[in-house]
């Protein structure tokens, strides 16, 4: 699960790997900012989630083991 708060809504939220392919691609759908994405299929390594919003924009690293 990942949390961003409500002005994110909508929002695309991308997740690429170390090398910068990109692995997801979507929209923020839940209204309280609140999305399950499943990395169950994902090869263990490092990945970077990025969201942008209007005004903002936030990136977070995802370790998969």
Sequence with gaps: N??????????PVTITNSIGEVIYNDRLTNEN??????LRKAKP????????????????????E
Excluded at 3 to 8: A, N, R, V
Excluded at 33 to 38: A, C, E, K
């Design 2 to 11: 990942i949390s961003f708060g409500e002005s994110f809504v909508g929002s």
């Design 33 to 38: 900012g609140h999305q399950q994405i499943d």
């Design 45 to 64: 390594g490092i990945y970077f989630l990025r969201i942008q919003g209007k005004n903002i924009s936030e990136q977070r690293k995802i370790v998969v």
